[in-house]
Every structure is written in C-alpha cells, then in structure tokens.
C-alpha cells in the first residue's frame, strides 16, 4: 500500500469519527461499490419512526421565563437569547418543510423536491448556529457526554459536507451533497466524495436521524430556562 493510499484512508477514519455519516461507500462502478463503514442494508429513520416535532407551543413559556429574566434593559447575552430563538425556529421549520415537501414529492409524484433541497442546507446551517449559540451562552454544561459528542458531529456535517465542502479543513475531497437523492424513500442524502478522481466515495448522512437528535437536545436546554 501506498502512502498516500494510508493517508488517504487515515483521513477516510477520521471523517467516520468527526460527521455523523452513517454509511460509507468505495465506488467502483454501478455493480462493485464496497461498503467501508455502516451497514450494507440500512433501515432510514424514514423507513422506521419517522417521530413527531415538538410542539413549539409548548416552548414559549420556556422562552417567556427566560426573557422576562432579564427585566427591561437590553445587553448582549439577551441579544445572544434572540437570535438562539429565531435560528432554533428557522431550523425547526426547515425541517417541517422538508418533510412535507418530500413525502409529497413521493405519494404525489410531484417535484416538490426543489424545496426539499433549500430546507435541508437551511436545516444544517441553522442547526449549526443553534450549536454555536449553546456554546457561546455556556447552555451546554448540563449536556451528557453523548450530547456533547453528537453536537460536535452535527456541527463538523454541516461545516465538511454542506458550507466548506469545496475545500474542508485538512482534506483534499471536494463533498458534493446530491440533492436529488431527497427523492428516495430513505432519508439517506447522499454525498459523493471527489479526491484523485471523480467520484472515489459516497456518503450518506440521515438527515431525519441528525435533525431529532439535535432537536431533542436543544429542548431539553430550553425546557431548562
């Protein structure tokens, strides 16, 4: 083996452990790909439990407590409370979107889908923001080990496969996120992975999975206001 062929897989083992890809494919050709990581036949959150959003209703009271806490002068940490409320509910309703637009691209062969590809970005980087504000408030003290590490993952998806994915941090891979895979009835997107050559690997994340995930950790600090 070469070296640059052991670089090259160091840095495919690093990616399995810095995103939350749950599969990992070494393209052939359409009847030789090689499954690196994951299983080969995948069950999608979509396929099993696709599970029901937090009711936002339910949330106010949290938000209310907290901005009634600060009285009626502003400073920058309630400033920091505000955007975490408008990024949590604009991730939110990315992610309500995308639901509705792809089960409807799928009973009703419609190309919904379209709107499906915007609120799947806007889910990741929305989701991202919702991270960084965590962090920048200290909220994610109270956050178990496990969070902590899923937080971490969401965060370094979004960064390597949605908004530095031309040029990643350390990596030579051009990710290309393949936006019509929104139409399987899977919720697996698909990312082909481009190195030496085009096309070397596939990716797939499940957005359903990352998004109820996240979500419930960003309820459970909220709740805690």
Not at 42 to 61: H, T, V, W
Not at 85 to 108: A, C, G, M, P, W
Not at 170 to 191: A, V
Request: charged share 30%; glycine share 6%; aromatic share 16%.
């Amino acid at each position: 083996m070469t070296m640059q062929k052991m670089r090259d897989l160091k840095k495919i083992e690093d990616l399995i452990e810095e995103t939350t890809l749950t599969k990992l494919v070494s393209y052939q050709s359409e009847n030789e790909d090689q499954v690196l990581y994951g299983d080969e036949y995948d069950i999608s959150r979509f396929q099993s439990s696709q599970g029901a959003q937090e009711n936002l209703s339910d949330l106010e009271e949290s938000w209310g407590r907290k901005f009634k806490s600060f009285g009626e002068h502003w400073n920058g940490e309630r400033q920091l409370y505000r955007f975490f409320y408008d990024d949590f509910k604009v991730f939110y309703h990315s992610f309500e979107q995308l639901r509705y637009n792809k089960v409807k691209s799928i009973t009703e062969d419609s190309f919904e889908i379209k709107f499906s590809s915007v609120s799947v970005c806007n889910l990741y980087n929305h989701g991202k923001k919702c991270v960084d504000l965590i962090k920048e408030l200290k909220l994610v003290s109270g956050l178990s080990k496990e969070e902590k590490g899923f937080i971490k993952k969401f965060s370094e998806t979004r960064n390597k496969f949605f908004d530095h994915n031309f040029n990643p941090n350390g990596y030579r891979y051009y990710f290309e996120p393949n936006l019509w895979s929104l139409l399987d009835t899977r919720s697996f997107l698909e990312i082909r992975v481009h190195g030496n050559n085009e096309h070397e690997y596939d990716v797939l994340i499940d957005y359903y999975e990352d998004y109820y995930n996240l979500e419930g950790i960003l309820v459970k600090i909220i709740k805690g206001f």
